[in-house]
């Protein structure tokens, strides 16, 4: 059975250069990075090598990156990192209503401490409003956490923008720090400079890198606490010995992503806008979630609602077919509860019940989306069939 991979958002699968170039790694680079011998020194030159290359992609200093083993990992570094170096009960936080779970958990727990926590609006795009983060902006913020692309919409908020205005704003005052979670912005511009940012998560396994790696860039001059302890590793912020051979595929997969990113941006908006037009025509109900306007969006991230159908039988029946979608976060999927980000950018929650997402990636091509746009309203009408009349009447004005 033919299989179209459209979960791009949830994992990609590892180049398969890469992992012949890290399977050479197993074997050759054993030694511990911390052990002073020859093994020893050859991992740690290798590691350098690898973190020489994502600084300067990055457009940071080598000791601005910290390897960690996922991006959920780096999240909860920056966001509790920050906070217990600071040990200031009245510390506010800033950050929207759309962030990964990564996010959201951590400040949740740190909102049941005591701390304040504003959630920033974010219109039915999943943008937020510059002007009411200006003025909910206090003395007292030290943290803001913004996602760069959200994961269920592909929204690009304008971190630009946001970090201008944190900058005046530290203009009168030590804090805040800018921290934003940049998993699914692989293909975009991560140049820290450019962005502005104090604080960044990267993750390898969304980038056609292995999974196990990932890291948290951390401006220098930030002061943040490590929140496990045992060891001296990665500049005392991450102690365990280094995963050198994923770490190697990880910058490898970002070299690899940012040379292409241009081109792989311009293939996928064509993608989009493809299989979004045929589908529209075969499925007249289709309704999609994010943003209309180009330059607000990731385009491999295609969220639709079906509100004549459940998404989870749409998603069995397209797997039987060969075609892997998602019902949104993967980190979520096995919640009942809605999607979070679909609530808050206005769905209710029979549609949210009713959407899913489709990611493109990298070897996507045109013969796959029109292959799913030849199963994908046929499954639809079928589990149409099994609604009630006045169901379809209501949708349609018509009944069958």
Known sequence: MKEIYLDNAATTPCDQKIL?????FWSKIYGNPSS???????SKKNLDEARTKIAKILGAKNQEIIFTSSATESNNLAVFGVFKDLKNKKAEIITTPIEHPSILGP??????????????????????????FKKTLTPDTVLVSIIYVNNE????????????????????NPYPYLHIDAAQAGNLDINVNNLGVDLMTLSSHKIYGPKGAAALYVRRGIEIEPIMYGGGQEFNLRPSTEAVPLIIGFASALEKTQKSKIKTLENQERLRNYFINELKRSVLTAKINGPKEKQNRNPNIINMTFPTIENEQLLLQLDKYGIRASAGSACTSKNIEPSHVLLAVGLSKKETRSSIRFSLGNKTSQADLSYVLKILPKM???IEGLYPKDLKKHYYGRVD
């Open 20 to 24: 012949k170039k890290m399977e050479s």
């Open 36 to 42: 002073f011998n020859d093994a020893g020194r050859n």
């Open 107 to 132: 400040i949740k727990k740190l909102e049941k401490d005591g701390a304040k926590v504003h959630y920033l609006s974010v219109n039915k795009e999943g943008l937020i409003d510059l002007n009411e």
């Open 153 to 172: 919409i592909g929204t690009i908020q304008p971190i630009k923008k946001i970090a201008k205005t944190v900058k005046e704003f530290r203009k009168n």
């Open 380 to 382: 639809v009408k079928k």
